[in-house]
């Protein structure tokens, strides 16, 4: 039986890790930061420290490289992602991580758990 596109995303989105553990690491990268936006500044932090780049991805059903992840001037984390010349951003919300997913991918679960409880 054939996966719907919403089943197919909330597996992506599934943690690989429990909720302790990824309050756990929320806790580390918020430890001294007051209000949302500095929240995420500090998981970006995290992301950037620990994200091991670049890695193969699959966006849309296309073969990607993420190649960087950025901040946003809206607030927001994006993946960069390549194919050839074009560049896309890519919320890191919604990009589809693979398997096995790279190195420091927890920071991407902790970081998607922080935005669903805000």
Known sequence: M???????????????RSRAQLDELVA???????GESEQRTGLFAMLEEHLEL????????VHVMVEAI????????VAI??????????PILELPL???PPGGAEWIEAY????SAS
Do not use: K
């Open 2 to 16: 054939a996966r719907t596109e919403s089943e197919q995303r909330t597996r992506t989105r599934r943690s690989r």
């Open 28 to 34: 580390r990268a918020t430890v001294d930061a007051f």
């Open 54 to 61: 670049p890695f193969a991805a699959r966006v849309l059903g």
């Open 70 to 77: 950025d901040l946003t001037r809206a607030g927001e984390i």
């Open 81 to 90: 992602c390549r194919r050839g010349h074009a560049r896309q951003r890519v």
């Open 98 to 100: 693979p398997t096995p």
């Open 112 to 115: 998607r758990h922080w935005a």
